[in-house]
């Protein structure tokens, strides 16, 4: 018996629409590896269309007031709320993450972040009127960029989808969204929803590859380039839009160091630590992944890690035993394994490191010991459930070991000396530094790091602001 694909389109000023072309790919569920539908492979046609929509739209929808564009997406987070079944049920086929998870800990969110900035909508605020010279008052205005290029990635397709659009659109921009080529269903979905509430052009969803995200972020027409993704696509961005001098907003790669004190509650950190690193499958830029462990307490700690992961179950979304589902792609369940099949000698896999049955790209909870500074593990983005573990002397070298790498978005301290806490929290080099906790966010705080893991804000005022420039007008009391 052979069950009919589902068909996914584009969604182009107020329609569905196949790629001009009519070319396809084929989207694969990562709990089962099965093709279970088709989306447009878009090319230079659908991108010239959608760009040309959201310019089209982009003048009425800046004019719009402050308060209309917060009732628009208090709308959209009703709708999200009323169909949350469904962006559920989209989002597991897409990722295969458990359904009880995407239910309880990335819905409510995404509609939370939504009415964050729809409050943010009126919230813009710029420097009082004044006279800086005789004769003369100044007024700064805030307005929107104009079209948002925004290009979202796989770990997280609808939460970062939400906060793409949300601040874009609540400044007055409008937007042409691409969701990655493994996981469009939801924004599909996403595009049906907001589609039935604003004007037809503000919101565009384009689907492809790499390729269409290129055209994307080459094409004149947009003023801003955002994406979520990785640290190489990130420079191609940057660069591409250095030619015609585009606003980019980059969230890239993370390598979080976990820095664990010996006078940490180990039972706890453990219990902590290890659900901020298996946590969606370790898929996210702010896993808790590098954890950095006081000699004294090293091997007490790498004992009762071992023993979570090897408690800590994944497998089907329908199951509720569960903490994380497969990885997303044959790629990155690749990659994955090739980091513990290149281990150094000197290191040693504690838990996990292999292949959970032979359905779907699922990965086993895996920590790895025994690790220097220098080693491939914990240079570079895993991006899967591994958690590394390396032991330092004394806080020097925690700082040293925590700030060696290129990326920079996202640290916790683990204390409960709160002079070391502030010590090291003023001198760890990440965007976000926790304190005997890891992963939580919220809509008001930013999230977005330092060197290679980019630079611009998601959530909270900070990022909203992003999405405005800044105008200085003049005018003579004379």
């Known amino acids: 018996m052979t069950t009919e694909l589902r068909r996914l389109r584009n969604y182009i000023d107020g ?3 196949d790629a001009a072309d009519g070319r396809t790919i084929e989207v694969i569920n990562p709990a089962t590896g099965e093709v279970y539908a088709t989306s447009p492979l878009s090319g230079q046609a659908d991108v010239d269309a959608a760009m040309e929509a959201a310019a089209a739209a982009f003048p009425a929808w800046r004019d719009t ?14 709708a999200f709320e009323e169909r949350a079944e469904e962006l559920i049920a989209a989002e597991v086929l897409n990722t295969g993450k458990p359904t009880a998870l995407v239910a309880s800990e990335e819905v409510p969110p995404m509609v939370d972040q939504i009415r964050f900035f729809a409050g943010a909508a009126r919230l813009l605020e710029g420097r009082s009127a004044g006279e800086y010279m005789e004769g003369m008052t100044s007024i700064i205005r805030r307005e929107p960029v104009g079209v948002c290029a925004q290009v979202a990635p796989w770990n997280y397709p609808m939460m970062m989808a939400v906060w793409k659009f949300a601040p874009a659109l609540a400044a007055g921009n409008t937007v042409v969204l691409k969701p990655s080529d493994t996981t469009p269903a939801s924004t599909v979905l996403i595009a049906e929803i907001i589609g039935s509430i604003v004007p037809k052009g503000v919101f565009n969803v384009i689907c492809g590859d ?20 990785s640290v190489r696509a990130g420079m191609q961005v940057a660069e591409s839009a250095s030619k015609d001098v585009k606003r980019v907003h980059l969230e890239l790669g993370g390598k979080a160091p976990v820095v664990v004190f010996e006078d940490t509650d180990i039972e706890k950190a453990v219990e902590d630590i290890s659900v901020a690193g298996f946590f969606n499958a370790g898929q996210d830029c702010t896993a808790a992944t590098r954890v950095l ?16 992961a090897a408690e800590t179950k994944t497998g089907q979304p329908d199951d509720e035993d569960v903490l994380y589902g497969p990885l997303n792609n044959a790629n990155q369940l690749k990659q994955v394994a090739g980091f513990i099949d290149r281990l150094p000698a000197h290191a040693k896999v504690e838990a996990g490191g292999h292949r959970v049955g032979d359905k779907g790209y699922f990965y086993a909870p895996t920590v790895v010991s025994g690790l220097r500074q220098d080693d491939e593990i914990i240079q570079n983005e895993v991006f899967g459930p591994v958690i590394t573990v ?6 020097a070298q925690a700082l040293e070991f925590a700030n060696g790498v290129e990326f920079a978005l996202a640290s916790s301290v683990w204390t409960k000396d709160h002079q070391r806490a502030m010590r090291m929290s003023r001198s760890l080099d990440f965007g976000c530094v926790w304190i005997n906790t890891h992963i939580p966010l919220v809509a008001e705080m930013p999230h977005g790091g330092f060197k290679k893991s980019g630079y611009g804000k998601d959530l909270s005022a900070y990022g909203f602001e992003d999405y405005t420039r800044i105008k200085h007008v003049m005018t003579s009391l004379g």
């Open 293 to 308: 462990v006081h000699e004294s307490i090293h091997d007490e700690f790498v004992a009762a890690l071992a023993k979570a």
């Open 390 to 395: 390396q032991s330092f002397t004394d806080e």
């Open 65 to 78: 007031t402050p308060s209309e564009r917060q009732k628009v997406l208090l709308k959209i987070a009703d």
């Open 210 to 229: 790499r390729e269409t995200g290129r055209a994307m972020v080459e094409h004149p027409t947009p003023a801003m380039a955002s994406i979520t993704g």
């Open 15 to 17: 329609e569905f629409r």
